[in-house]
């Protein structure tokens, strides 16, 4: 019996073997089956996800567009600045009473002139005379005035070392200052007559402007003789002694 039994126990076995090998395949193809359908399902809320952040992100508020600037008008005269004073030019400025414009070209011949500073060079003779200050008045005759100054006394006619040294002083262009002009009254104490021919350069020196005054033909120049006011002074007294 126990025989028996084992037979069927045994033969049982060989049905159930088919079977499990049956259901095997189904599982593992349904396991297999499983994770497919996981990663779609993963993939389908990835999808969906990046989806609604692309809509979120596309989605923008509208602007609206801006009006097209209007092209200036070419025509439109600029602004004017602002209203200025006219400046007013300035006025030049006058020239200090001692001075006056300096000319370069201004020598001892251009200032006499050809005749003047040829009697001057070489005169025949060469009066002195004491002068009285003021100019002359109508009552004074012609032939006690010298250059329209009164006569006061008739000196000595220079030697002629005498007129040499005037000459070394009256002829050179360092004895001037052509480019100063002085204010005061011309006062002569000292006057010189150079005589040529028919000609005549008549010379006054006033010593308190320390100017000398050149009359010749009518015409008449005064210039300053500063640089050799020692020189004059010294040249006065070899022909009057000072007064007291």
Not at 16 to 42: F, G, H, M, R, Y
Not at 115 to 140: D, G, H, N, T
Not at 207 to 217: E, H, I, N, T, V
């Amino acid at each position: 019996m126990q025989k028996t039994l084992v037979v069927r126990l045994f033969s049982l076995s060989l049905l159930l073997v088919p079977i499990c090998q049956a259901e095997t395949p189904s599982t593992k193809d349904s396991t297999a089956n499983s994770p497919p359908s996981t990663v779609e399902s993963s993939e389908m809320s990835s999808s969906t996800k990046t989806d609604s952040a692309a809509t979120k992100e596309a989605w923008q508020p509208q602007t609206p567009p801006k009006e097209s600037e209007k092209p200036k008008d070419q025509s439109v005269v600029p602004k004017k600045e602002a209203w200025q004073p006219p400046t007013l030019p300035k006025e030049a400025e006058k020239p200090k009473e001692s001075e006056k414009p300096k000319d370069p070209k201004m020598t001892v011949q251009s200032f006499f002139g050809a005749e003047v500073y040829q009697i001057l060079s070489s005169p025949e003779r060469v009066e002195s005379f004491r002068m009285f200050p003021e100019p002359a008045s109508k009552e004074v005759p012609v032939n006690k005035q010298l250059a329209g100054f009164p006569i006061e006394k008739i000196g000595p006619l220079l030697t002629n070392d005498q007129i040499k040294t005037f000459q070394t002083l009256v002829l050179s262009d360092r004895s001037y200052l052509f480019e100063v002009e002085k204010r005061c009254f011309f006062r002569p104490d000292t006057g010189l007559r150079f005589t040529k021919g028919q000609n005549t350069v008549e010379i006054l020196l006033s010593y308190s402007c320390d100017l000398w005054q050149f009359s010749a033909q009518g015409n008449t120049k005064t210039e300053d003789f500063d640089p050799v006011k020692i020189e004059l002074i010294n040249f006065r007294q070899s022909l009057f002694s000072p007064k007291p």
